[in-house]
């Protein structure tokens, strides 16, 4: 893997505010890489950040992954079923990007 885009992948999905989620896709078109991609970032190297706060584009995570998932949503307020998280705690590619933007470092620069 790419070290500057698994770095780059881990700092977007940190700008992730809490008691909201954005979805693999999102994260990749601001990585620019693929939603597959940050999905093996987020397996392999995820479990440091917040990791709870990306889901797949339903608003799901993997089962195995949930119960520890619900017990952060609801610890932050993200809004969600027992199975997902609801549409309206998605942060849409815009407001990610200006995130990015914003707040990030991109490690290709640093």
Not at 28 to 50: P, Q
Not at 61 to 78: M, S
Request: proline share 4%; with cysteine.
């Amino acid at each position: 893997m790419d070290e500057v885009v698994v770095e780059r992948v881990l700092r977007i999905v940190a700008l992730v505010p809490e008691g909201r989620v954005v979805a693999y896709g999102t994260v990749g078109l601001v990585a620019s890489c693929s939603a597959r991609y940050v999905g093996r970032v987020m397996k392999e190297f995820g479990s440091n950040v917040t990791w709870w706060r990306v889901v797949n584009a339903a608003g799901v995570l993997p089962e195995a992954l949930l119960p520890t998932a619900r017990e952060h949503w609801e610890d932050e307020g993200t809004t969600h079923t027992h199975e997902k998280v609801s549409k309206s705690a998605f942060v849409d590619i815009d407001d990610l990007a200006q995130l990015w933007r914003t707040h990030g470092i991109d490690p290709a620069c640093s």
